[in-house]
């Protein structure tokens, strides 16, 4: 896992939210629903997005608009939908919307809906500063109609299956911002040992030493956070102890990742920020890591509040 996007974050924040999407139905569909979706990524390769934020709903979640109205055997879904990775090609999508406006995160329920269902368009492919390679686009509903038998789980659950899921989605992130770093850091290295300056070797100067003293350091404390946070994972736990290291590994591989990829540019100097090498790119895709999935101001937070509740 710690080699996710070591050359490109597209990769990675792809293939994270593809993972969590499958992570939705593996965890909390019912077994005609797993096996309908397992025989489309086996048989036809599909792909899945996640479908929650909204342009006036990002940190907030439980303040999502779109609405689902159920209608006879179908749900009649309306709404806006922004900033979703995978939209370009996803195959399907868990998409939350709100059952009950007025009960807030116990009123949003999540549903399955396929690529073509009727009433559901696509934005224009977003232009990003970073992840140029993965597809992020709008997405509307008007009037799209699923099947009642696409609710995932039950009406109001939806709130606690993003929850839970997004401890695991955190941790593909925090692999994701380490992959990220240890790209960077070996090109560093790399460059510090080959590039000659007043006779000698950058990596001979105590300032460069220091750097990557510091990015090692770093490197390995966050490898070590999602080891220990993969254990609570494949305990299948999901308590609040899970969710606190969830955070905690997301947050600090993330900001270490900035860290070490904004050192990394700066060993390369000049090169550094020419696109002929690959630190820039991975400067501009370790700033993603710090948004997506909870901000980092978000994981501090929940790092916060659940310390506080339990001392």
Not at 185 to 190: G, I, N, P, T, W
Not at 287 to 303: A, F, P, W
């Amino acid at each position: 896992m710690e080699e996710l996007s070591s050359v490109d974050g597209s990769v990675g924040i792809s293939f994270a939210t593809h993972t969590t999407g499958l992570y939705f139905i593996v965890d909390w569909g019912s077994e005609r629903q797993k096996e309908r979706y397992y025989q489309k990524v086996v048989q036809e390769g599909a792909y899945f997005g996640v479908v929650l934020t909204e342009p006036d709903a990002g940190s907030d979640a439980a303040s999502i608009k779109t609405r689902a109205v159920r209608s006879g055997e179908k749900y009649l879904i309306n709404g806006s939908k922004i900033f979703i990775t995978n939209a370009g090609y996803a195959h399907v999508f868990l998409v939350f919307a709100s059952t009950e406006p007025g009960k807030r995160d116990k009123g949003i329920s999540a549903f399955i809906v396929d690529r073509d269902v009727p009433g559901l368009s696509f934005g224009k492919e977003e232009e990003k500063m970073a992840v140029v390679g993965s597809s992020t686009r709008e997405l509307s509903f008007d009037n799209a109609e699923v099947p009642v038998g696409n609710l995932l789980d039950e009406e109001g659950n939806g709130f606690k299956i993003v929850m839970t899921e997004f401890m695991k989605s955190r941790l593909l992130v925090a692999s994701m911002a380490l992959g990220i770093a240890r790209g960077a850091f070996d090109e560093a290295v790399k460059y510090a040992k080959e590039r000659i300056q007043f006779g000698k070797s950058i990596s001979e100067f105590q300032g460069v030493q220091f750097m990557i003293a510091d990015m090692a350091m770093n490197i390995e404390v966050a490898r070590r956070m999602i080891y220990t946070t993969s254990e609570y994972i494949g305990h299948k736990r999901a308590d609040k102890e899970m969710a606190t290291f969830a955070a905690m590994a997301k947050c600090f591989a993330s900001d270490m990742a900035m860290k070490v990829t904004t050192d990394a540019v700066q060993i390369l100097g000049g090169y550094g920020i020419m696109k002929e090498y690959h630190v820039e790119r991975m400067m501009r895709d370790a700033k993603v890591t710090q948004i997506i999935e909870g901000t980092n101001q978000i994981q501090r937070i929940i790092i916060a509040r659940n310390v506080l509740s339990s001392q």
